[in-house]
């Protein structure tokens, strides 16, 4: 997903610190590896 790229690349963040940050604001339960996957659209989200 694009989205998830833009926001790394804007936040200056890595994908681990995205995913910790995603969990906390939404109460999600992603792994790093989803959001790789998702983000390099090896999968798509649920």
Do not use: C, D, V
């Given at each position: 997903?694009?989205?998830l790229?833009?926001?790394r690349n804007k936040?200056?963040?890595d994908i681990e610190e995205?995913?910790?940050k995603l969990n906390k604001i939404y109460?999600?339960?992603y792994e790093v590896h989803q959001l790789w996957e998702w983000?390099?659209?090896k999968?798509?989200?649920i």
């Open positions: 997903m694009n989205t790229y833009n926001l936040h200056y963040l995205l995913t910790n109460g999600t339960k983000e390099n659209h999968k798509i989200p």
